[in-house]
Structure formats: structure tokens, C-alpha cells
């Protein structure tokens, strides 16, 4: 193996490639875990009325609506916020777009969804705008559109809206709706991070330790990492745990990246179990111990890790 010099000349870059470190190939893979955790983000936070944070500054009106929404009473919060929304009221006409949406006490209706977040995206409302971001980027209703994704995105990402400003950096990282420009995606994902948002803070780590838009800095990235690994962001801790095996922006320490690997593959991310089975497999941090190393590779394998199969056999010809 690369990093523990079995059978080939031992090489720090390879070893990232074997541990899982999260470079272009890892992270268009994080993207799909982070669009996981947005997609619950918008769940509770863009698409629910119940759950807006300045709901004390809403209309009366708006006000004893959510109440009655709160009471789980559908139909008479649907009828009241179905009224304020038709006199133009922006935030009853995001959450009744958001009852279509999800087909709460309305029959599911992406048309009509995304007529009612129109509404309150022309007059400026930023979760409207980030709304309808959402749903051209995955195609709720429409045909999936990039360009338009990016613009209302931007209109939203430009007022502040935190979770625009993550796909902000994401559309700008990978050239979707716009031109490829790492230098603004960094400047997107750093917009985001400063709020704790972690999806941003985990891509902005990557770009430092990747030297993507910025110039490299694994101390840096160990800081970012961290932040977030702390949280329980699983692909945060993989990273960290791999900083700390190669000694990059941080004082080696297997042990510690030992426990971060078994912090992230204990949610199941597949390059820390991957990571572990290397460790013990060379007793690096721990006690060899090859039916450990060789348990945490096939849980590894059979999770999709695209070297498992290979490393396994290649250790079996080491005996």
C-alpha cells in the first residue's frame, strides 16, 4: 500500500488517493451527502411557515395562521394563508406555495408552487427566490435548469440568504449556470461559513486543502474541519482524521486520526471505514490486528469504496 510502503515506493500524495481524502473525485461524492442535509434544511427551514425565525414580525393576520397551522388544523391554515396570499401578502404566498410543494392538505402541485414562490420572489423576498433556486436546480416540476437555478440563487445569495450562498459556491465551483470561478466560489462558501452554515465550511476546507481558488492551506483546512467534524459532520471528521495521519496542518497524531475515522465510519462513511481498515491492517495509532482491519475493508467494500476489493486482495498476498 501507498501510505504504509507495501509492495511500492512510499508516497504522501498517493496516500491521500488510498486514505479517501476528499479531492475532486471525494467531493462530488460530499456533494451528494451535503444536498442531503440541504434538502432537510429546506424542509424545516425555506419551505416550513411554522419554522420562520422572524415570524414575530409577520402580519397579525399571517401570525393567527401559522398558530392555527401549529394546531395541525390544515384546512382552516391552507383557507387563511390561501386568502393573505391572493391580497399579497409575500410570506403567506411562500407557505402556501410550500403546501403545494409537499401536498399538505393540498393535492401536490409543483405548478402552482412554483406560481406563488414567483410572487414573492418578484417582490424581493429572498426565500422565495432561493425556493425556486431549489427547485430548478433538482427539478421539482420543470425540466432541471442551471442557468435559471443560478439566477434566482444569486437574487437570493445577493440579500444575504445563507443556504444561496452555499450553492452559490457550489453552481460557481463546477461551472453550473455560469462560468467555472473557483476564486468566487471560495468567496461564496467563506459568505456561508461566516454564518456556521457546515455544508459551506466543509467545501471551503476542501478548496484550502486542495489549493482550489485560494492558495493551499491544511492549517486552515484542520481549522475548518474541525469546527464542523465537532458538530458530527461525518466527511469533516474523514478529512480531519486524514490531516492528522499524513501530519498536514496539524502535528501527526495517529491515534487522533484514528478516532475521527471511526467517528465518521460509525455514520457510515465509507473512505473512514476504509481509512480504519488500513490503520489496523499496519497497527498505525493502534494494536494490529488484521480480522479488524479486514472487517472494517468488506464493510467498506460492500458499501461501494471503490479500492476496498483491490486492498484486500492485495493484502492477502502479502501473507
Known amino acids: 500500500m501507498h501510505y504504509a510502503g507495501l509492495g511500492v515506493r512510499k508516497n504522501i500524495d498517493e ?13 462530488r461524492e460530499a456533494v451528494k451527502w451535503l444536498e442531503k442535509v440541504e434538502r432537510q434544511r429546506a424542509a424545516g427551514l425555506a419551505f416550513a411557515p411554522t419554522k420562520d425565525p422572524g415570524l414575530n414580525e409577520k402580519s397579525a393576520a399571517y401570525r393567527d395562521a401559522i398558530d392555527v397551522y401549529d394546531r395541525n388544523e390544515l384546512k382552516n391554515a391552507f383557507n ?3 386568502h393573505l396570499a391572493e391580497r399579497g401578502d409575500a410570506d403567506a404566498q411562500i407557505a402556501v406555495g410550500m403546501m403545494y410543494m409537499k401536498g399538505i392538505h393540498a393535492e401536490r402541485d409543483y405548478a402552482k408552487a412554483i406560481g406563488w414562490f414567483r410572487k414573492a420572489a418578484g417582490n424581493g423576498f429572498a426565500r422565495a427566490q432561493h ?3 431549489l427547485i430548478y436546480r433538482r427539478g421539482f416540476g420543470v425540466k432541471e435548469d442551471h442557468k ?9 445569495a445577493l440579500q444575504g440568504n445563507t443556504s ?3 450553492y452559490m459556491g457550489i ?12 476564486e468566487e466560489a471560495v468567496k461564496w462558501f467563506q459568505k456561508a461559513t461566516d454564518k456556521k452554515h457546515p455544508g459551506s465550511t466543509y467545501n471551503l476546507a476542501v478548496m484550502y486543502a486542495n489549493g482550489k481558488g485560494v492558495k493551499r492551506n491544511y492549517k486552515k483546512a484542520a481549522d475548518l474541519y474541525q469546527s464542523v467534524a465537532e458538530t458530527g459532520f461525518p466527511l469533516a471528521q474523514n478529512n480531519l482524521g486524514q490531516l492528522y495521519l499524513n501530519g498536514l496542518g ?12 471511526t467517528r465518521a465510519a460509525l455514520q457510515g462513511e465509507i473512505n473512514a471505514q ?3 481498515g488500513l490503520m489496523f491492517f499496519k497497527g498505525l495509532g493502534v494494536k494490529k490486528n488484521e480480522a479488524v482491519a479486514f472487517d472494517w475493508l468488506l464493510r467498506a467494500k460492500k458499501n461501494g469504496h471503490p479500492n476496498a476489493d483491490a486492498t484486500l486482495k492485495r493484502m492477502n498476498t502479502v501473507h
Open 131 to 133: 425556493n425556486l433556486g
Open 250 to 261: 496539524v502535528k501527526q497524531n495517529y491515534l487522533t486520526a484514528i478516532n475521527w475515522f
Open 15 to 27: 496516500a491521500a488517493k488510498w486514505f479517501g481524502f476528499a479531492a475532486e473525485k471525494g467531493d
Open 274 to 276: 476504509y481509512n480504519i
Open 164 to 166: 444561496a450562498e452555499f
Open 171 to 182: 453552481l460557481r465551483r463546477d461551472g453550473q449556470g455560469a462560468s467555472l470561478n473557483l
Open 80 to 82: 387563511r394563508l390561501h
Open 148 to 156: 435559471e437555478a443560478f439566477k434566482w440563487f444569486r437574487l437570493a
